[in-house]
């Protein structure tokens, strides 16, 4: 299943090159997107290192020993530590949801945390 709200679109991010955006507001709670993922298995995990996807994939299964890219704009929603969206997987239906945290205004970028968890500010991979 892959859902999303027709404001979303990508553009440019000055801090980060593409992100995601909308032309439109969205509310607090708001269902963003719905992306199916492509799971790989734990073999693949070292090989994505060493290929551009490596900025792009989730960790993926309860373990983590496995990965998956998310189609749709899954995987280029951009990192904050305070970020106006959460995201939710769902392993069973192969599926990675996006949330509105706050009111997002029309033109505003669209922003994750990286860690998963929206309140966990510890350092990502590339601010380590």
């Given at each position: 299943?892959?859902?999303?709200?027709?404001?979303?679109?990508?553009?440019?991010?000055?801090?980060?090159?593409?992100?995601?955006?909308?032309?439109?507001?969205?509310?607090?709670?708001?269902?963003?997107?719905?992306?199916?993922?492509?799971?790989?298995?734990?073999?693949?995990l070292p090989l994505i290192h060493k290929t551009k996807l490596h900025?792009?994939?989730?960790?993926?299964?309860?373990?983590?020993?496995?990965?998956?890219?998310?189609?749709?704009?899954?995987?280029?929603?951009?990192?904050?530590?305070?970020?106006?969206?959460?995201?939710?997987?769902?392993?069973?239906?192969?599926?990675?949801?996006?949330?509105?945290?706050?009111?997002?205004?029309?033109?505003?970028?669209?922003?994750?945390?990286?860690?998963?968890?929206?309140?966990?500010?510890?350092?990502?991979?590339?601010?380590?």
């Amino acid at each position: 299943m892959m859902q999303r709200i027709p404001s979303v679109y990508i553009g440019h991010s000055a801090r980060k090159g593409r992100g995601v955006f909308t032309s439109a507001p969205i509310e607090e709670g708001d269902l963003i997107e719905i992306c199916p993922v492509v799971v790989c298995g734990e073999d693949d995990l070292p090989l994505i290192h060493k290929t551009k996807l490596h900025d792009y994939y989730f960790l993926w299964g309860d373990d983590e020993k496995k990965c998956a890219i998310a189609l749709g704009y899954g995987s280029l929603y951009n990192h904050e530590y305070k970020p106006n969206a959460r995201y939710e997987v769902d392993f069973e239906e192969e599926t990675i949801s996006f949330y509105a945290l706050t009111s997002i205004k029309a033109g505003e970028e669209i922003s994750v945390n990286y860690n998963g968890d929206w309140e966990d500010h510890n350092p990502v991979w590339f601010d380590k």
